[in-house]
């Protein structure tokens, strides 16, 4: 059992519940007091103010076109420093790697007719390794139009994606006004809070330096038209609207599929801060119709691409987190395990949202291991979101602001948590990115409630949250500008992640490829293998650190190991020529090696034999057959290895050089002299540098 998080289970909830509980009643009571007021003050007001008018705030912060302002350009500030970054991690998959994307214009159609993967990996069914295919094509297309005007120019990228969201930012602060009701201080306050919280939050770093995290951004941004939209055509009952905001949703869903939240958020809007059904307003189910029309056309669009692919989670850690190893073959989690692994995630994103002191892109197994519910943090998890569920549900009846924040944490977070379908991962910050709006509106709410007693108190709590938040932000960003910063940044962090190790370790191999100095290159090779051992004791089967593994006992000369790994890595791809061919190379060399070094002859044979029998084509491999067996005085043997290595490479003076040597031994000294001096012919120097003069 761990007991690292035993201690917080001794803390007394009770006080906490007994002051969320006034708070709430107090709400209830005070929304449906102003609820009767607006009632009898005007009977055409459709927007439901959740506080009485005698709440009082800065004419600053309710200054809308301001406060707009002030948003766009606070979150435009704190992501500045991201603009001189390059593309990093999966950007590869949608912008530099992708064929559809380098295509600009062109590259449209093939990004509207496949599933989102197939542009980089360019191979049918290799897209199709995360469980039930991804169908994402709006963010693609708009990364295609921007590679047709500025071509593959990173600056152009990031300052897309920071505009887009600080737009966000502004569209939430706009929607909650909306939402809320213009008219009223206090929801001037609570939309103020929120988006100033959540433009704030150091956990949006993942989604907002990472050009592919364009994605997320756009779906909330689409999401919270869509909920304007609808406001705008419950309010004024001009159909326009609906038509807009069905149009806006389909968009918004072919940026990402966790939209579908919003198609029970919108209604759950509409049921806690209008009243449908009511003097001449449409029904729930009629006003939020346009949305739920536009997301079934999107299933079908999507199912059509993607041919109905609905599979389960593949039995590949990389790609199913939820897999372990009994009796020398892979598993999946007891449902008992896997409940207990995703509630301990579920609290881990709380505490990311409430601390994010300790940041990471990588979450990937082992990151986060197998948990069963004898750890306490699981427990924690369960019981505190089976509370948020409890309360949203009551209070969804009662109308309680604070349950529709609740409801909208709860149901983006759900799509993204494993229950619904696998994600491919245990989680990840950007996961959080469209929940945390719901996070930031109920941190508000909570604020808000000592508004009255002391603002003060309020700003202060707020101006702290707020320069911590930037503070951290700005403090992320820089590790996003490339690969190497990013993996190394995040390397001790998630030191369990067997894909950050590889990452790490990959990189390293790289540069030692790369580099000239032999001693520099051995360096890179022993700290790589620091962190593809990691990788490798991790995940057993982890093919790709394998191969990195194996290239670097190959440049250290631990041929052996280099074998060892490069048939590990052929166990798992045993069709792959370019793998067969490493290791023909690790068997050539490791022979020479035994037979140079070690003096032993036996030990470089079988090696030397085993490689030809991967590869039949090195000729290389052909001549130290060879030597090896004309050491050993199969003179015979000998002369048909060295044949063989001219037949490979029949112009090639050393092999002729060697051939002629062979023929000699044997008593042809004829032949012999004969193919020496053509080899001669061919390269006057070749005894020179043979040292044989």
């Not at 990959?506 to 360096?523: R, Y």
């Not at 000729?619 to 290595?645: H, M, Q």
Request: with cysteine; proline share 4%; net charge positive.
């Amino acid at each position: 059992m761990d007991f690292r998080y035993f201690k917080p289970l001794r803390i007394n909830f009770q006080p906490v519940y007994q002051k969320i509980r006034s708070f709430a009643d107090e709400f209830h009571s005070t929304y449906a007091m102003s609820k009767k007021q607006a009632n009898k003050q005007s009977r055409t007001v459709s927007a439901t103010p959740v506080v009485d008018s005698i709440f009082q705030v800065p004419d600053f912060i309710k200054n809308v076109r301001l406060q707009s302002l002030i948003i766009f350009v606070f979150a435009t500030l704190l992501y500045a420093n991201t603009l001189t970054h390059g593309f990093v991690l999966d950007d590869a998959i949608v912008i530099t790697d992708n064929m559809y994307t380098q295509q600009g214009v062109k590259g449209i159609g093939g990004i509207l007719s496949k599933d989102t993967f197939f542009g980089f990996f360019k191979v049918e069914g290799k897209e199709a390794l995360v469980s039930g295919g991804r169908y994402r094509p709006m963010t693609l297309v708009i990364f295609a139009l921007i590679y047709q005007v500025a071509g593959a120019s990173p600056f152009v990228f990031h300052l897309l994606t920071v505009l887009l969201f600080a737009a966000t930012c502004v569209l939430l602060y706009r929607t909650l006004l909306l939402l809320l009701g213009k008219e009223n201080s206090q929801s001037a306050l609570l939309a103020w809070l929120t988006a100033l919280l959540f433009a704030a939050h150091p956990i949006h770093t993942e989604v907002v330096a990472n050009i592919k995290g364009c994605d997320e951004i756009v779906t909330l941004l689409g999401s919270l038209g869509t909920l304007y939209l609808v406001l705008k055509a419950f309010d004024s009952g001009d159909r326009k609207w609906n038509i807009l905001a069905g149009i806006v949703f389909f968009l918004t869903c072919l940026s990402k599929e966790n939209a579908a939240a919003f198609v029970v958020i919108i209604p759950l809007a509409l049921w806690f801060f209008r009243e449908p059904g009511k003097e001449g307003k449409p029904s729930t189910l009629k006003a939020a119709l346009p949305v739920i029309v536009a997301f079934i056309a999107f299933f079908i669009v999507r199912g059509t691409i993607l041919h109905w692919r609905f599979g389960g989670a593949p039995m590949e850690l990389m790609n199913n987190p939820f897999l372990k190893i009994e009796g020398n073959q892979w598993v999946p989690f007891s449902p008992a395990e896997k409940l207990a692994t995703i509630f301990y995630t579920l609290w881990r994103y709380i505490q990311l949202l409430f601390v994010p002191a300790v940041l990471t892109h990588d979450y990937y197994p082992r990151q986060i291991g197998l948990i069963t519910f004898s750890n306490p943090v699981a427990i924690l998890g369960l019981l505190f979101h089976a509370g948020l569920l409890w309360y949203a549900i009551r209070g969804t009846r009662r109308r309680e602001p604070l349950a529709f924040g609740i409801w909208a944490y709860l149901l983006p977070l759900g799509i993204v948590s494993n229950f619904v379908f696998p994600i491919g991962t245990n989680m990840g910050e950007r996961f959080v990115f469209m929940p945390s709006a719901g996070f930031c509106l109920t941190a508000a709410l909570l604020l808000s409630r000592f508004y009255r007693k002391s603002s003060v108190a309020v700003y202060t709590i707020l101006g702290i949250v707020i320069a911590f938040f930037s503070l951290k932000t700005v403090t992320r960003n820089p590790a996003w500008a490339s690969n190497e910063i990013l993996f190394f940044s995040d390397a001790e962090t998630s030191q369990k992640s067997a894909k950050l190790q590889n990452a790490c370790g990959g990189i390293l191999f790289d540069k030692a490829t790369q580099e000239k100095d032999p001693e520099i290159q051995k360096e890179l090779c022993k700290k790589a293998l620091v962190h593809l051992d990691r990788a490798v004791n991790i995940y057993p089967n982890y093919k790709d650190a394998y191969i990195s593994r194996a290239g670097c006992n190959y440049v250290l000369k631990n041929y052996e190991n280099a074998i060892a790994d490069y048939k590990m890595a052929l166990r798992f791809a045993a069709d792959d020529a370019k793998l067969k061919t490493y290791l023909a190379m690790s068997l050539r060399e490791g022979g020479k090696y035994q037979g140079e070094q070690k003096r032993d002859l036996a030990k470089a044979l079988e090696y030397l034999n085993e490689s030809w029998q991967v590869s039949q084509q090195d000729p290389e491999t052909a001549r130290l057959l060879g030597v090896a067996n004309g050491i050993k005085g199969n003179r015979e043997d000998a002369l048909k290895w060295f044949s063989k290595a001219v037949e490979l490479a029949p112009d090639s003076p050393s092999y002729i050089f060697d051939l002629g040597q062979a023929y000699s031994a044997i008593g042809n000294d004829t032949k012999g002299q004969e193919l020496r001096k053509k080899a001669l012919e061919l390269d006057p120097k070749l005894l020179e540098n043979r040292g044989m003069r």
